[in-house]
């Protein structure tokens, strides 16, 4: 059973940085493509990042480039988002998800059960 | 950027009904690489649909989804009380970023 856990969140306030961390299972981490979903309280869902299984190609929201980095590490079977310079727009929980097959990796079919950022001062 | 509508906002059915959701995109989806899914209260998503009328593995029958360019729908045949929640649509083509529709809610009457 494939199973996503993300971990990291929390309270920030803005200007600040934190790092999640989305620990995979049941599934080989190493040929799957990964994707970060947020969404805001009380909101809909905002794909934020894409990286690729291997040679990683990467792909970033308008609203994150610049501030956020996705990584990977295949022998830990985590991905990672560093997010910096947060603002209180970034607010929400974040979904680790991985990315199907289909088209160009940004659907997913697994995802895990969301880690929550709250920016505030 | 790609701009996903849906409608109606809400529907309000009672079960055994049949539900028809719409999703119109700004311009064509390349390859008609559109996801419907659903998310029930404090829930993650739950993929349905992808590649527009492809059924994800589990997902039952009733749902099917149809269309092409930019105009998609997402249809149940007959309402079971589990399946009241809020649907989303995703286009996921070569037109980065990818977007989500805003969703729409399906109550029970």
């Known amino acids: 059973e494939v199973q996503l856990v993300e971990s990291g969140g929390g309270l920030v306030q803005p200007g600040g940085s934190l790092r999640l961390s989305c620990a995979a299972s049941?599934?080989?981490?190493?040929?799957?493509?990964m994707n970060w979903v947020r969404q805001a309280p009380g909101k809909g869902l905002e794909w934020v990042s894409y990286?690729?299984?291997?040679?990683?190609?990467?792909y970033y929201a308008d609203s994150v480039k610049g501030r956020f980095t996705v990584s990977r590490d295949n022998t830990k079977n985590s991905v990672y988002l560093q997010m910096r310079d947060l603002r209180d727009e970034d607010t929400g929980v974040y979904y680790c998800?991985?990315?199907?097959?289909?088209?160009?990796?940004?659907?997913?079919?697994?995802w895990g059960l969301g880690t929550l950022v709250t920016v505030s001062s | 950027e790609i701009v996903l509508t849906q409608s109606p906002g809400t529907l309000s059915l009672s079960p055994g009904e049949r539900a028809t959701l719409s999703c119109r995109a700004s311009?064509?989806?390349?390859?008609?690489?559109l996801a419907w899914y659903q998310q029930k209260p404090g829930q993650a998503p739950r993929l349905l649909i992808y590649?527009?009328?492809s059924r994800a593995t589990g997902v039952p029958d009733r749902f099917s989804g149809s269309g092409s360019g930019t105009d998609f729908t997402l249809t149940i045949s007959r309402l079971e009380p589990e399946d009241f929640a809020v649907y989303y649509c995703?286009?996921?083509?070569?037109?980065?970023?990818?977007?989500f529709g805003q969703g729409t809610r399906v109550e029970i009457k």
């Open positions: 590649a527009a009328s």
């Open positions: 049941g599934l080989i981490f190493s040929s799957n493509s």
């Open positions: 995703q286009q996921y083509g070569s037109s980065l970023p990818w977007t």
């Open positions: 990286i690729s299984s291997s040679s990683p190609t990467i």
């Open positions: 311009r064509s989806v390349s390859s008609n690489y």
């Open positions: 998800a991985r990315a199907t097959a289909s088209g160009w990796g940004g659907a997913a079919d697994y």
